[in-house]
């Protein structure tokens, strides 16, 4: 990403003006950023996998509430541990700022559910699953949100998230 090249050694500003991941080409000169719309097409294009609730429903509302959530804020939170560059007083913040943001996954999976929307697996769960392991490489750690911790680890010991993680050499 510092050179903003791909693999190819093209210019991957051409590809995504906005300069960072993920983009991914969906057809010839259709590119789709942003992890939440990725998710959300590919969720809506197979429905009989149930990973996304129907348009125009409740929990559906509900899950692009929480996958928004999780991109504005969350992941936004983390931005300046993994940032050489940023300012000392921001990387001391940050660690509060996450926290305060883990609160509100922590409360929604206090009723016991294992899963963000409930009873069922969606594609909420697999990107929470990702934004909240980088408490364990900055050290935050997941003792003050015990059911988060609880819902990492349920969703980490699925077979296609497994098989994801061994794919991208992080298992």
Do not use: C
């Amino acid at each position: 990403m510092a050179t903003k090249k791909t693999e190819t050694g093209a210019d991957f500003l051409k590809i995504n003006p906005k300069g960072y991941v993920p983009a991914l080409e969906v057809a010839p000169g259709e590119v789709l950023s942003e992890g939440a719309a990725i998710i959300q097409f590919f969720a809506d294009r197979q429905p009989q996998a149930g990973l996304i609730p129907p348009v125009g429903t409740l929990p559906r509302a509900r899950l692009q509430e929480h996958l928004n959530f999780r991109a504005s804020e969350l992941h936004k939170a983390f931005g300046p541990l993994f940032y050489a560059d940023a300012p000392e007083a921001t990387k001391g913040a940050a660690p509060a700022r996450i926290g305060r943001r883990l609160d509100r996954f922590e409360a929604a999976l206090a009723d016991g559910r294992p899963y963000l929307l409930g009873k069922d697996y969606t594609i909420a769960d697999p990107y929470l699953f990702t934004i909240a392991g980088w408490v364990k490489p900055t050290g935050i750690g997941f003792a003050q949100w015990p059911r988060l911790g609880e819902h990492w680890s349920r969703v980490g010991t699925r077979d296609a998230v497994r098989a994801a993680l061994k794919a991208e050499g992080l298992a």
